[in-house]
């Protein structure tokens, strides 16, 4: 029976030229195995890139009439043509590189070129499919009704603790 199940994705996994079994392996592991310990570095930028993407629409960065009601793909389309985008883009999609001095692989962040490579539209489709996504619409609930995150919590008595000393 157990060789019966897999004929077919051992036959398709034949069939395509690139599939090693050290790749097919290494996404099997990505995908089933169990992570133990703290998120790296690399994950927690690129999880809170998310959250950068609905603060900038829910705040219309790069739109110039922010009271006028705009389509969300224009109001991506405003924020794509800000240098902040640029530099946004760049550190929350870090990139592999080689320390040649410690002799192992380290995360950089990406080149302004990466992320003008990019077409346009790409991005704008990209950075809506995380405002529609699941984990946007949860990000866009705790957002207030004008648009910005709540203070909540330590971090809400620590500033108001700031605030009353000056």
């Known amino acids: 029976m157990g060789a019966e199940k897999w ?10 030229s690139k599939a090693t079994p050290e790749k097919v392996l290494n996404i099997l592991r ?8 703290p998120e790296s570095s690399y994950e927690v930028i690129r999880g809170s890139w998310a959250w950068m993407v609905v603060g ?22 405003n924020w794509i043509k800000t240098k902040q985008f640029k530099d946004d883009w760049c550190i929350f ?4 590189v ?8 380290e995360w950089n962040e990406s080149s302004l070129e990466d992320c003008e490579a990019i077409h346009t539209l ?11 996504s699941k984990i946007g619409k949860n990000i866009r609930s705790n957002l207030t009704p004008a648009g910005k995150f ?4 330590q971090f809400l008595k620590n500033y108001k603790r700031i605030l009353s000393d000056e």
Request: hydrophobic letters at 25%; a positive charge; charged letters at 35%.
């Open 93 to 96: 999609h870090p990139k592999k």
């Open 56 to 77: 900038a629409i829910a705040k219309k960065t790069g739109t110039t009439n922010k009271n006028k009601k705009i389509p969300t793909t224009q109001i991506i389309r």
């Open 30 to 37: 990505t995908t089933y195995e169990k992570k133990s310990g």
């Open 150 to 153: 709540p203070m909540r919590g």
């Open 7 to 16: 004929d077919k994705v051992i036959k398709f996994l034949n069939s395509k």
């Open 122 to 132: 790409r991005h704008v489709k990209q950075i809506n499919d995380i405002w529609v």
């Open 98 to 105: 080689k320390n040649k001095k410690l002799n192992r692989i």
